[in-house]
């Protein structure tokens, strides 16, 4: 059996949880957490001594309802939520502490916290009801595929007659599963039905050899087209694609950015074993508009550029030339390196906007500040469960300054990112010094399963964990496991196993 394919019948059980065993960076988290904790009372510090009250609410994840009669705990101290929702627990020693919260027709929670000795600590909480009644559809299939976006959302431009920031690109990964029997040479092809020729909506590969792209219409830069074959990911355990170019547009002009892919399941004989879809997240909404106008935004970007730094990029492009931000500055993105003494173009970017996001009534009043630039108020990238539990995006990557003084400090952008372990717990953290998208299982309850499935195949990306608030995202977790939620359920890949808890 080649290892792209899992086998799994007869082995223990599957039970998805946060994410997926060892943790990323240094337990203070990134720059922008530490400093995102300093502005927060101090979450993410030391250990003083004595003890103070922690105080919060409880509410139902999904209604936004307050729960009364739920139990939060440190292990020693307990409190009860009121009729309000309101709770308050004494006692917990000041410093890192692991609170829970178990309410009757919950799913108990767990949050990694900081308890102040000197004021009340506020710790939030939003519980998800329990679920696991419904029968799973993979029970009466052969294969089952696991599939996924590992970014979360991929940013793109509509023009690029005047400068690139990004190129078209979308990566999508996917895992077979046969849970009876085993096929050989296995095959997994996507594509796009609503999205059959990029070309209508985007002017990217008229300017792509200027950019350096060497690439045919429909063709994303890394060579992988718009419709076409997975390849074996770099591991070893499943299929990737990527960097499609496919745009947040359908064929028809429909603004889409919650476009599906079809992947289709072969074996050497050509037989379809399975098929299933796969949301592919891209979207054009970048508002420069809100602060460099709508006439012609992009113009006014390269002529305050050419003001503030002394390039000619305006007269350039009157001249027929264009330019990727990336020729200077580095970008982790794409792997370019930029150039020597030329800021990052994350840091760039943060830098120079941190303190102009009250320039305009309209970025002043785009909730979150963040969508400014990243997709955006229409788009809504930031959709996933932590978000429904009402964290920002400040909680985990700071304000724009905290952006600034991490990257600053040496933070790597891209390559360095917030960890799942910062506010879970060690056996739901990434795996030591890798990303959450390249993390893989190391805590099941057997050793057969660890090293082997993607945090993502079950949890779904960054910024767009299940469950969403949108409703493309889990059509995987739908079609296989009969709900919205994370893969949580054994028999989605098992056949005959007792349910159990996967994070050991």
């Given amino acids: 059996m080649v290892k792209t394919v899992l086998r799994v019948a007869g082995a223990l059980a599957l039970l998805a949880g946060i ?240 476009g599906t892919a079809t992947l289709t399941v072969k074996d050497s004989t050509g037989k379809v074993l399975q098929t299933a879809t796969v949301v592919a997240p891209v979207s054009t909404e970048m508002m420069c508009s809100n602060c460099h106008g709508t006439t012609n935004p992009q113009l006014d970007i390269l002529q305050k550029h050419d003001a503030l730094s002394g390039t000619s990029l305006a007269a350039d492009h009157a001249a027929g030339k264009v330019h990727a931000c990336s020729e200077c500055h580095s970008d982790n993105a794409i792997g370019a390196p930029g150039k020597a003494g030329v800021e990052s173009l994350s840091l760039a970017m943060h830098n120079f906007h941190k303190d102009k996001m009250s320039t305009t009534s309209v970025a002043a009043s785009t909730t979150p500040d963040c969508y400014n630039c990243h997709p955006g108020p229409k788009t809504q990238c930031l959709r996933g469960i932590m978000a429904r539990a009402g964290k920002t995006c400040h909680d985990c990557h700071g304000d724009m300054n905290a952006m600034t003084s991490g990257l600053q400090g040496g933070r790597k952008p891209w390559l360095e990112e917030p960890r799942c372990g910062s506010c879970h717990d060690a056996k739901h953290a990434e795996n030591s010094g890798t990303l959450y998208r390249n993390s893989l299982l190391q805590n099941s309850p057997s050793g057969e399963m660890n090293g082997r499935f993607y945090c993502e195949a079950c949890h779904n990306g960054p910024h767009a964990e299940l469950a969403t608030a949108n409703s493309a995202d889990p059509t995987i977790p739908m079609q296989f496991q009969g709900d919205n939620y994370w893969i949580w359920s054994c028999t989605v890949c098992h056949t005959s196993q007792p349910q159990s808890s996967m994070h050991r």
């Avoid at 065993?21 to 240094?26: A, D, I, P, T, V």
């Avoid at 296995?186 to 985007?202: E, G, I, N, Q, R």
Wanted: with cysteine; hydrophobic share 35%; charged share 10%.
């Fill in 19 to 258: 994410a997926c065993g060892g943790s990323q960076e240094s337990a203070g988290g990134t720059p922008e957490q530490v400093a995102a904790a300093a502005a927060n009372g101090g979450r993410g510090g030391g250990k003083p001594k004595g003890t103070a009250a922690v105080t919060g609410v409880v509410k139902d994840i999904a209604t936004g309802a307050l729960l009364s009669g739920v139990t939060i705990s440190d292990g020693t101290h307990s409190a009860t939520t009121s009729s309000t929702g309101a709770y308050s627990l004494s006692g917990t020693a000041a410093g890192t502490a692991t609170l829970t919260a178990t309410g009757n027709g919950y799913l108990q929670t767990s949050q990694l916290v900081t308890v102040s000795s000197t004021a009340a600590s506020t710790v939030d909480w939003a519980l998800t009801r329990s679920y696991g009644n419904q029968k799973i559809p993979a029970a009466n299939m052969s294969t089952v595929v696991l599939a996924w976006n590992d970014l979360g959302m991929h940013c793109d431009q509509d023009d690029y007659s005047y400068f690139m920031v990004l190129p078209p690109f979308n990566t999508l990964h996917a895992q077979v599963i046969q849970r009876n029997s085993e096929s050989s040479g296995l095959t997994v092809s996507y594509a796009f039905p609503k999205k059959t020729d990029s070309t209508l909506h985007t002017n990217f590969w008229q300017y792509a050899a200027q950019y350096g792209y060497a690439v045919a219409p429909n063709v994303g830069i890394s060579g992988s087209p718009l419709a076409g074959d997975m390849k074996p990911d770099p591991n070893g355990h499943g299929f990737i694609a990527q960097g499609i170019p496919v745009t947040p547009y359908d064929d028809d002009g429909t603004w889409d950015p919650y």
